[in-house]
C-alpha cells in the first residue's frame, strides 16, 4: 500500500482487495462490539472545501471509533481560504496530526498536499474523483453479490468523478463496466486511456442509456450538476433528458440487478423516487459502508509501520 490514497488508478487489484477485507472485518468488529481502537490518540485533520454529508460524519465518527480523534477544517475559515499556500499548509499539518483528510476541487492540489506532507493524505472527493466512495460501493455490491468479478456494472450520467472511479474501480475488481454518457459528458480522458490499457478489461461507452443497462447486475448513477457546477445546472437539465435510471431501463437488468447511488439524489432528475425507494435499503446500506471502508483506509495507512 502506497503512503497515501488519492486515486484508485493509484491502488493495485490487491489493495483494493485489502481494503474491502479489512472494511468486512471492521464492520463485523463495530457490529459485534468487539474492540478495534487501533489508532488510539491518533488524529486526522480533515479539510473540506466542498460541501458534505456522508464524507464528514463518516470520518469524524470512524476515526473516532478506532479511538483518534477528527479535527474539522472547513477551506473557507481556515487560512486556506485566504490564500496559504498548500505546501506550507502540508507542512504544518503534519506537525500536528497523523493523517489529512481533503475534499477539494482539484485532484493537483491534493497531489501537491500529499507530496509535501510526511503523513498520509486521504482523497474525499475531488472534480476527478472519488475513491472513497467506490470503495465503499464495491464493499457493498460485494456483500450483496459475494464476487465482484464477472458482475456487470452500469453506470448511467455525467462523466464525472463518480464515474471516473467507478471505472477504474471496477475494472480493478474484474468487473464488466458499461458506461452511457451524453456527449460532451464522457468521463476524464485518462481514465478512458487506462480501461483501454488492458485487453482483458471489459469496458463499454454508449450514448443511449439501455445499451449499456442491458445485462447488468448493479446500476450506478449520480447527480447531472455535481458540486461547483451550479451554474451549469439549467443546461444539464436540458442535455441529460432521457439518462433517468426508471423502471424501463430496470426492466432490462439481470434479475436482482442492484441500485447505487453515492447520495445526494435528486430524484426526478436521474433516478426516479420509484427506483430510489424499491432499492432504498441497498442505497443506504452503501452510505453506512462509507464508515467502514473509510475505518480501513484510516487504518491500512495511519497504523504504526512496526505494526
Ligand atoms: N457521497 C458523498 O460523498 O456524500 P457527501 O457529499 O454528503 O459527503
Ligand atoms: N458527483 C457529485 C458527488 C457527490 C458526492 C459531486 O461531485 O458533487
Known amino acids: 500500500m502506497q503512503k497515501d490514497l488519492l486515486k484508485l488508478l493509484d491502488l493495485s487489484s490487491e489493495d483494493i482487495n485489502q481494503i474491502l477485507n479489512t472494511a468486512d472485518q471492521l464492520k463485523y468488529s463495530q457490529k459485534h462490539g468487539i474492540d478495534h481502537h487501533f489508532l488510539k490518540g491518533k488524529t486526522l485533520a480533515m479539510i ?7 464524507t464528514r460524519v463518516s470520518f469524524e465518527v470512524g476515526i473516532y471509533q478506532l479511538g483518534g480523534y477528527g479535527l474539522y477544517l472547513s477551506g473557507k475559515e481556515s487560512q ?3 490564500g496559504e ?25 491534493v497531489e501537491k498536499l500529499a507530496k509535501y506532507a510526511r503523513i498520509p493524505v486521504i482523497n474525499g472527493l475531488t472534480d476527478f474523483c472519488h475513491p472513497c466512495q467506490v470503495l465503499a460501493d464495491l464493499m457493498t455490491v460485494r456483500e450483496y453479490k ?18 471516473n472511479s467507478l471505472i477504474v474501480g471496477g475494472l ?25 490499457s488492458d485487453p482483458s478489461f471489459k469496458f463499454s461507452l454508449h450514448r443511449a442509456p439501455k445499451d ?22 439549467e443546461q444539464r437539465k436540458h442535455d441529460f433528458q ?12 439481470n434479475p436482482g440487478c442492484m441500485v447505487q447511488h453515492c447520495l445526494p ?16 435499503q441497498e442505497i443506504f446500506d452503501e452510505a453506512e459502508n462509507r464508515l467502514h471502508a473509510q475505518k480501513a483506509v484510516m487504518y491500512l495507512l495511519m497504523k504504526d509501520k512496526e505494526e
Not at 499556500?85 to 492540489?109: H, K, N, W
Open 48 to 54: 473540506f472545501e466542498k460541501n458534505s454529508t456522508r
Open 80 to 82: 486556506i481560504g485566504r
Open 85 to 109: 499556500p498548500i505546501e506550507d499548509t502540508a507542512r504544518v499539518l503534519e506537525r500536528y496530526c497523523d493523517g489529512i483528510m481533503i475534499r477539494t476541487f482539484s485532484q493537483e492540489g
Open 146 to 163: 459475494a464476487v465482484l468479478e464477472g458482475l456487470k456494472l452500469c453506470y448511467i450520467g455525467d462523466g464525472n468523478n463518480m464515474a
Open 172 to 196: 480493478k475488481c474484474g468487473m464488466e463496466v458499461a458506461v452511457a454518457c451524453p456527449e460532451g459528458y464522457d468521463p476524464d480522458p485518462v481514465v478512458l486511456e487506462f480501461a483501454k
Open 212 to 233: 449499456a443497462a442491458v445485462g447488468a447486475d448493479v446500476v450506478f448513477t449520480d447527480v447531472w450538476a455535481s458540486m461547483g457546477m451550479e451554474a451549469e445546472r
Open 242 to 253: 432521457g439518462y433517468c435510471v426508471d423502471a424501463d431501463l430496470m426492466a432490462l437488468t
Open 265 to 280: 439524489a435528486h430524484k426526478g432528475e436521474e433516478i426516479t423516487a420509484e427506483v430510489f425507494e424499491a432499492h432504498a
